[in-house]
């Protein structure tokens, strides 16, 4: 509280006549159109929202940094790596499909978006709670998010659409068994894992070159909600989540997360008995086990949420020098969608926005343009004489890529590998991670989910899928569902 009474302006920051009453004549009216302010305090506030994301609309955040405490430079020369570098952060989580104030607790992934502010610009990692994901190529993904969001018809949620989706897609097994178990509802965001779930490419200073998954694990430990703590809390605090990472930051309860990766040598991606680009699939850490890096630390909420959390745009196109991408088609296709959609929504000039802005220095040939206010000046363009910027490949490198020669340009699925299999890892989480009351939890889950619309012929192709992952679990969805 303060004793200072400061003066009401408008946007333009002029002084305001009156905070309750329009410029009319007489104090019966009509109202006048040279009212600006109250004009100026309608049109506002008829564009308070911004469209909301299509995906991942329902989220929150917090400032933060990471640091490295490990020797990695044998693995990749990007800056934030270097052992003993602090590099400060942002971090969004979110569900998937459901729209802005949707409950929190629902069954459902968890968006994990992280914006590291490097001394090369931004790197942005758009990962989730799951090392997976139900689809691996992005011409499957607008049509899986359509499955999972309301009918054109009713605009109604629809269980028998996911599960038509599911059913027809069997790549989704390992993730649908992921979102059924217990990790289908966190207990909170500080208690669950990340994962960037793609693959990049990381070069070392020699120019060796390996493929490589992040895994942010949490230092609570992970921890889940049942259905019905999930159900409950929905129904009597939907913001949960939100709640709870506010209030931990604001004890000084800061989460933390230990990041490690796994690091495949670039020619053992060749002939590795399953696609490591594969979306849909896992590394084996007995193939290739962690390999610790540093940590996260989120320490700062928000002072505004619109400006900071609404407004955080995550691009997987970010990548600074010494990390590139991988030829996982879900991550290529990411790479146009994700500021493509930043442009829509908020602008064509968002990486201008504080919560955006790299804190290394910008030097473009970009101009112009809706609420642009860092206007390069000239020379706007390239190449040029006088003293523009220019790109340095001789001292950041060039593009970091793979090699591809001689293949036809086609529409097809990854190249075979020997073990590629949909329902294998599923059948592995099942038998070999989950124990017996996991797997009860998991039968229940699906059971209650299916049961709530899910309808022929989808219905029959559910228990086959289930089958297909283990007989066993198979058997009894059906039998619990048909029980119902």
Avoid: C
């Avoid at 209030?247 to 991606?269: C, F, H």
């Avoid at 600074?320 to 994700?338: A, Q, T």
């Amino acid at each position: 509280m303060t004793d200072e009474v400061r003066p009401t302006t408008t946007d333009a920051g002029i002084p305001a006549a009156s905070d309750e009453f329009s410029l009319t004549v007489g104090p019966n009216g009509p109202a006048l159109l040279q009212d600006h302010y109250l004009i100026q305090k309608m049109a506002q506030f008829n564009r308070e929202r911004v469209p909301e994301r299509v995906v991942h609309a329902n989220g929150g955040g917090a400032h933060g940094f990471f640091q490295t405490t490990e020797d990695v430079t044998e693995l990749t020369r990007a800056d934030l790596f270097r052992p003993g570098e602090r590099t400060d952060m942002f971090a969004r989580f979110s569900t998937v499909a459901g729209e802005s104030g949707t409950p929190d607790t629902w069954r459902d992934p968890r968006g994990f978006a992280l914006k590291f502010y490097t001394r090369h610009g931004n790197y942005d990692m758009v990962g989730n709670n799951t090392p997976i994901f139900f689809v691996r190529d992005a011409q499957k993904f607008q049509d899986f998010i359509h499955s999972q969001k309301r009918r054109a018809d009713t605009h109604f949620r629809d269980h028998n659409m996911q599960w038509d989706f599911w059913t027809l897609s069997p790549e989704s097994a390992h993730m649908v068994t992921w979102l059924m178990g217990d990790r289908g509802i966190p207990r909170t965001w500080r208690q669950m894992n990340g994962y960037s779930s793609h693959t990049y490419l990381w070069e070392n200073a020699g120019g060796e070159r390996h493929w490589v998954k992040y895994h942010f694990k949490t230092d609570l430990g992970v921890a889940h909600l049942t259905q019905d703590e999930g159900d409950l809390l929905a129904g009597t605090d939907g913001d949960y989540h939100k709640r709870d990472l506010a209030n931990a930051i604001r004890k000084g309860e800061d989460p933390s997360w230990t990041l490690y990766v796994q690091a495949m040598p670039y020619e053992d991606a060749a002939d590795y008995r399953f696609n490591p680009f594969d979306l849909t699939k896992v590394w084996p850490h007995g193939d290739y086990p962690l390999i610790k890096v540093g940590r996260m630390v989120l320490d700062r909420n928000p002072d505004n949420y619109f400006a900071e959390v609404e407004q955080a745009a995550f691009e997987p196109a970010n990548m600074v020098p010494g990390i590139g991408p991988s030829p996982d088609k879900m991550l290529l296709g990411r790479l146009f969608s994700y500021p493509d959609t930043h442009r829509y929504r908020i602008g064509p000039n968002y990486q201008q926005l504080p919560v955006n802005k790299p804190r290394s220095e910008v030097n473009t040939y970009n101009r112009d343009g809706a609420m642009r206010y860092e206007n390069p000046g000239d020379p706007t363009y390239a190449p040029n004489s006088y003293g523009g910027p220019r790109a340095m490949p001789e001292i950041y490198g060039k593009d970091l890529a793979w090699y591809v020669e001689g293949d036809e340009i086609v529409r097809s699925a990854y190249q075979p590998h020997r073990e590629d299999n949909d329902f294998v890892q599923a059948n592995t989480q099942v038998n070999k991670v989950l124990d017996d009351a996991a797997r009860d939890r998991l039968v229940s889950n699906i059971v209650g989910h299916v049961s709530k619309g899910v309808e022929e012929p989808v219905l029959s192709r559910v228990f086959e899928y289930w089958r297909s992952v283990d007989k066993s679990i198979g058997d009894r969805v059906e039998q619990g569902v048909l029980r119902r």
